[in-house]
């Protein structure tokens, strides 16, 4: 391996013109995909020295093969609601990378889910996959459906017809969906029993995140939200920092916050507030998990009710304002764009010392950049919420050996999955000149083993 001095001027100047070159055609090709288009330069942007030092990856033209979907779907949702009115949604998956395996990603369900959405989860979904260290390729799908306020029955019928055209797109070996934003484990429960009955077979494979009593794997819930504080702890440890003692905050109140919030609090962090879309809580004696859980999880009520049983806490409406909360450790697991440079500063101002993202491209391109002149630990979305989609990969693994890991395995494997990608970003980073920047290095990283499968397996 060429160390990054011993790169030509010249090629590095032909690697950032390629660059360049591609992402004006993907701009060109994807108009108004403003969050797809945000993805891209992320990944694109870390990408020169690596196209230098890899003249192949120009020659077989990788970067705008990589940035196109290998399929891309979208289909009519008809249900009927409550009151007997047929409703249409829009569905979505896109097929998006399978050079290293069966396309693996979640269903997002949100009113804002369009194509630029799906695609840029899609995206981020091909690095992030191949980061984990499992086979999984990269797709990402859901709807414009808004489970907010929905009965029981309405979540059903319209999950019932989503899963009646997607079935015909999916499978154990071809894609393997699992939730996301709207999607937990109710919603997995009526897709996998429409998929069932279609296809008449126990295909356990063709779904993650399903409950436990059914092929589901312990840890999966818990996965992201615990990953990305085992991915913390281990860029805290590196400079002389922990969570015991600090004062976190979290953003949203989904599986993600609230297991990182657990994960947070049992290392000895403070955590003092989390949000949903209405607004945030703030106690300074931290947070109480159980009601928090049995509000969110159980009761699935507002963030607003927690404050009727802790009165000590306040609750604000309007959910950035969260951001204005000093803490030495922000985790952002909401949902995407939701720190601007004007969160970004503040955070700084305040004092925070490091940022794990939760969710998925939670930091806009700008917030990066302030997170980074200032010196800021930064975990990049990629690299510290894969552990999510780790433990599904760990679920198809059961599912296809026909057995269940106790919780403490999965566990140990979820921990030492974070700890490897951890590593596998930092060498990546050093290794092409930008050291400590794991942005540059999970982007690089994930990248790589992508590419080569893609090389290797010929123009597809
Ligand atoms: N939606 C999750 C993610 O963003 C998990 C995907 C999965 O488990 O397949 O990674």
Redesign the pocket.
Known sequence: MPTLEDVKQSDLQAAADYVNKVYKAVEQRNPHEAEFLQAVKEIFDSLTPVLAKHPEYIKHNILERIAEPERMITFRVPWVDDQGCVQVNRGFRVQFNSAIGPY?????FHPSVNASITKF?GF??IF??SLTGQP?GG??GGSDFDPKGKSDGEVMRFTQSFMTELCKYIGPDQD??????G?GAREIGYLFGQYKKIKGGYEAGVL??KSPGFGGSLI?TE??GYGTVYFMQELLKDNGLTFEGSTVVVSGSGN?AIYAMEKAAELGASVVACSDSNGYIYDENGISLGTLKRLKEVERHRLSEYVKEHPQAQYVEGGSGIWSIPCDIALPCATQNEIDETAANILVRNGVKAVGEG??MPSTLEAIEVFRSNQILFGP?KAA??G??????L?MAQNSARLSWPAEEVDAKLHDIMINIYRDSMTAAEKYGQPGDLVTGANIAGFLKVADAMVSQGVI
Do not use: H, M, Y
């Open positions: 693996k990603g979640g269903l997002r989860l981020e979904q992030k996959n999984i797709g990402k393997v969906p699992a939730g996301d934003i999607v993650t995140g999966r996965a992201t993600v969710a998925n979305a919420n894969a999510g989609v780790s433990v599904s990969a679920e």
